[in-house]
Every structure is written in structure tokens, then in C-alpha cells.
């Protein structure tokens, strides 16, 4: 079953809002709950040659991307993460 992640998602862009909803209209049944914010943080990871995890853990943009792996292993009936401790 194939999963459209929305990405590159900036609230306050009015042509940002009317494609996340067309693209939740069109393929409801096939959009992830998830979503990733445009963040400057992602640019930085980039080049820093590094993941927004390791950069920057306790951003909006990690634990976008933490709660995507979460809903992905739901679809397919794996375990779920442990949580991870916010040292």
C-alpha cells in the first residue's frame, strides 16, 4: 500500500495550505498523518552532512520525523518505538 508524505509544509503560504488540502482530498485513504514543516534546521542538518536528529533532537522537525516513523510502523504491525528520554 503506498503512503504519500506531505513535506516542505509552510502554514503561513496560502498556495502551501490549498495543496495539503487538495492532496488530502484526492487521495485521502493514502495520506499520512504526518507531515514535515518547511524549518531552516533541515537545511542546516543538510549541510552539516548530518540528520536533524543528530543536529538538532529536540526540534519540531526530529520529532516530525520521529512521529513519522511511529505512524509507519503502525501501518504494518510492527512494534512501536521506544520513547526516547529528553535529556
Known amino acids: ?33 504526518t507531515y514535515i514543516k518547511q524549518a531552516v534546521v533541515l537545511a542546516d542538518s543538510m549541510g552539516a ?3 536533524v536528529l543528530q543536529l538538532a533532537p529536540h526540534s519540531g522537525s526530529s520529532s516530525a520525523y520521529r512521529q513519522l516513523a511511529h505512524e509507519l510502523l503502525s501501518y504494518n504491525g510492527s512494534a512501536p518505538l521506544p520513547e526516547r528520554s529528553r535529556e
Open 49 to 51: 552532512g548530518c540528520s
Open 1 to 33: 500500500d503506498i503512503k504519500v508524505l506531505r513535506t516542505i509544509y509552510d502554514r503561513r503560504k496560502k498556495h502551501h495550505q490549498e495543496v495539503f488540502e487538495e492532496i488530502a482530498d484526492a487521495v485521502s485513504d493514502h495520506v499520512l498523518n
